[in-house]
């Protein structure tokens, strides 16, 4: 069994700003927020067996969710020149990749829970090419992920019902995770 608290405080020692638990019963999901994966943005939309379409429809992956009763939501906030510094938002979304990963890599060694659905701020990128390009089957399944937005999860709704902010200042970008356990 994994505490809350614990685990908070686990996810704020590991370099993540903003940590809290979330029933899943809470989480909203709509078509709408897939269409942004559909714009490929990521330029991963059709390239990732962790992403839409392969990943499936929302509808379905609503239902795995909520099959989970509870999730630690997490935010890293970093600090940008401009609204307009593109650059500074790349690299503050690899540094919130970095902390992610190194996040779960934690969380499946001290806490061996076989059923955990983690997500991130942008899908699966553990292999230089997927094998979904190849027409073959995830070559890592144990360690791909999916992100939020690909599930079709309202990404301000969720950082809102956990009690996490949203919005942190002028020249601020802000990126979130998800790993659902409880199963």
């Not at 943005?41 to 239902?63: E, F, Q």
Request: proline residues 4%; neutral net charge.
């Amino acid at each position: 069994m994994i505490d809350a608290e614990t685990l908070i405080r686990e996810a704020l020692e590991s370099g993540i700003t903003h940590a809290a638990i979330l029933d899943t019963s809470k989480i909203q999901f709509h078509e709408d927020f897939r269409k942004a994966c559909e714009k490929n943005v990521c330029r991963k939309y059709d390239a990732t067996w962790t992403g839409p379409p392969a990943i499936g429809p929302i509808s379905t992956l609503k239902d795995r969710v909520l099959r989970y009763q509870q999730g630690l939501l997490f935010q890293t906030v970093h600090a940008v020149a401009s609204s307009f510094d593109i650059k500074g938002m790349f690299e503050a979304a690899k540094a919130h990749h970095v902390v992610f990963l190194e996040f779960l890599e934690k969380i499946r060694r001290k806490y061996p829970i076989a059923n955990l659905i983690p997500l991130d701020a942008g899908c699966c990128s553990v292999c230089e090419k997927c094998a979904y390009l190849d027409k073959e089957p995830c070559r890592h399944p144990d360690q791909a992920f999916s992100s939020v937005e690909a599930y079709g999860m309202n990404v301000i709704a969720l950082q809102k019902s956990a009690g996490i902010p949203h919005y942190h200042g002028k020249n601020t970008v802000c990126y979130v995770g998800l790993i659902l356990y409880g199963l």
